[in-house]
């Protein structure tokens, strides 16, 4: 049984890691002290009492009392989470050393030593990664936890979630700093001016080389960015992070009676900030529409809306001032990925392999996407549209597509316009059709989904398993990619895992079916 005090930690570290975070987009448990300071429940050496007490005995660590435990998420989270602190704690830029690690470790836990503590056995805490990264994905989370090669196996777990650290926030400050970065960026511009930076640290290095993490890295950086901004650009030894001063808005395109597009501010839930009522002048109270995002408001933007940005005062809230619709030389705009059957489009994140979507772009950028084109990189289906009159500059093309993996050597004007659309996976699994119960609860039994897997090689490797009995349904049965196929169509309810498996690239996702009985009414909006 969990003592009061870890549990209290152990389900306040999973919302912390869950809040605003949209479903279908990475979560990592990137755990530090001021994210622990910022729970409310206690200075940081409280929590790594809770989880001694709940795991140590004298000094013989015992993982079984994280097992067999009946709550709504994982019971493991809090002593994970311990581990990625120490993980954390390793802030030299060499070769992470196992030592190094477990001598954070064992201090954080309160036991001695500079190697895996008594009774931890190499690979007991595996067990507690996969039961996180399940819970996750069957939620519609990607899990990003994985084992590293050889004899890094079990420590890449923790290192694996680790993004920004102190130090690394102490190095985008200074760069901040001396680069006179005092204006507004996106998310895609700042990783492109970092990627071209000479004098980034070791573990800044790599997660800009790893694209699978550029969607939650760009977000970390921007906040950190705007929060310095926030701060009247200060030196880095002066920079504190602090709660979030201005919601930001993303685009939401609908279209009129006509077939005219129109576009509306989307405003996003800040990432890992509770954030309950909210009234913006003008625009009045947002609700929460789903995991990371409220409500479309407002009238239609503007063409000089879009290309100047736009704000609203936000009244009486203890931290966040206003809402930002920021400037951008260009919005990509995808399918719904909870209900990608519908006619709606929004910056609900980067393109997944096979999809349809539309880029809305100024004049300036459109030789880039020609060269894109012509290189065989993209396609789209006609010729530009205008977005609205003919003297707004501004433009879409709709019905684009990913043709190629591979844009190393390519040089455009605008290199955040790459960094936007190249390819972060080299494969996807799409679930399309059937009868989906609302709010991605999942699809009803006999009424499945198609399945597709989208990839730029021929063939792949699927294997479908039932979690909770183990049963396989699919064995390695292969596959054509890019064509839709049908499930089994006796699956009975329950949760299941896709895998596919194409050369060195690997994908899976959670289906979740549910029987007629699982149903429940939905309350009107």
């Not at 704690?89 to 895996?116: A, K, N, P, S, W």
Request: with cysteine.
């Amino acid at each position: 049984m969990l003592h009061n005090n870890y549990a209290r930690w152990n389900q306040a570290i999973v919302q912390w890691a869950t809040l605003g975070v949209p479903h279908g987009t990475p979560v990592y448990l990137s755990v530090d002290e001021e994210v622990l300071a910022s729970l409310g429940l206690g200075p940081v050496e409280d929590f790594c009492q809770a989880v001694r007490a709940q795991v140590v005995d004298g000094q013989r660590v015992q993982l079984s009392t994280l097992q067999n435990q009946s709550l709504p998420e994982p019971a493991g989270v809090a002593f994970l989470a311990l581990m990625v602190l120490a993980a954390n704690d390793m802030v030299r830029d060499e070769e992470l050393d196992e030592r190094d690690f477990f001598t954070h470790f064992c201090q954080r836990l309160g036991v001695g030593g500079d190697t895996r503590p008594t009774g931890m056995k190499a690979g007991d805490e595996e067990g507690l990664w996969q039961e996180w990264n399940q819970w996750l994905e069957v939620k519609g989370w990607i899990a990003t936890a994985e084992p590293g090669e050889g004899p890094r196996r079990y420590l890449n777990y923790p290192i694996s979630q680790t993004l920004l650290r102190k130090a690394d926030i102490q190095k985008l400050c200074c760069l901040f700093y001396e680069k006179n970065w005092t204006t507004a960026r996106s998310e895609t511009k700042l990783l492109v001016d970092l990627a071209s930076e000479k004098n980034l640290n070791r573990h800044l290095e790599e997660l800009l080389d790893d694209r699978q993490r550029h969607e939650v890295l760009g977000a970390e950086i921007l906040a950190v960015h705007q929060e310095w901004l926030d701060a009247q650009c200060p030196k880095p030894e002066q920079f504190s992070r602090r709660p979030p001063t201005c919601l930001i808005a993303g685009l939401y395109r609908t279209e009129d009676r006509w077939g005219n597009p129109e576009y509306y501010p989307y405003p996003k839930v800040p990432r890992r900030w509770p954030v309950a009522e909210v009234t913006v002048e003008n625009l009045g109270s947002l609700r929460c529409e789903r995991s990371g995002w409220f409500f479309p408001v407002g009238a239609p933007l503007s063409a000089a809306d879009l290309t100047t940005g736009k704000s609203w005062p936000i009244r009486d809230h203890a931290h966040l001032r206003e809402l930002q619709l920021p400037a951008r030389d260009f919005w990509v705009l995808v399918p719904d990925p909870e209900n990608p059957e519908s006619s709606a489009l929004a910056s609900w994140g980067a393109p997944k392999l096979g999809s349809h979507f539309t880029v809305l772009f100024r004049e300036a950028l459109w030789l880039d996407l020609q060269q894109l084109r012509e290189e065989k990189l993209l396609q789209w289906e006609g010729d530009r549209q205008l977005a609205f009159e003919v003297t707004s500059g501004w433009w879409e093309i709709q019905e684009c597509q990913v043709l190629a993996p591979v844009w190393d050597g390519l040089f455009l004007q605008h290199p955040e316009l790459k960094e936007a659309l190249q390819p972060r996976d080299r494969l996807h699994i799409a679930l399309g059709g059937g009868l989906r119960v609302p709010q991605g609860q999942g699809w009803l039994e006999g009424h499945l989904p198609k399945v597709t897997v989208y990839g730029f090689q021929p063939t792949v490797a699927v294997t479908l398993t039932e979690v909770r009995t183990g049963s396989i349904y699919l064995p390695e049965d292969h596959r054509s990619t890019n064509q839709p196929w049908d499930l089994p169509a006796d699956l009975p309810p329950g949760t299941y895992q896709i895998q596919v498996r194409g050369g060195t690239a690997h994908q899976e996702r959670f289906l979740k079916i549910l029987s007629w009985g699982d149903l429940s009414l939905a309350s009107l909006e």
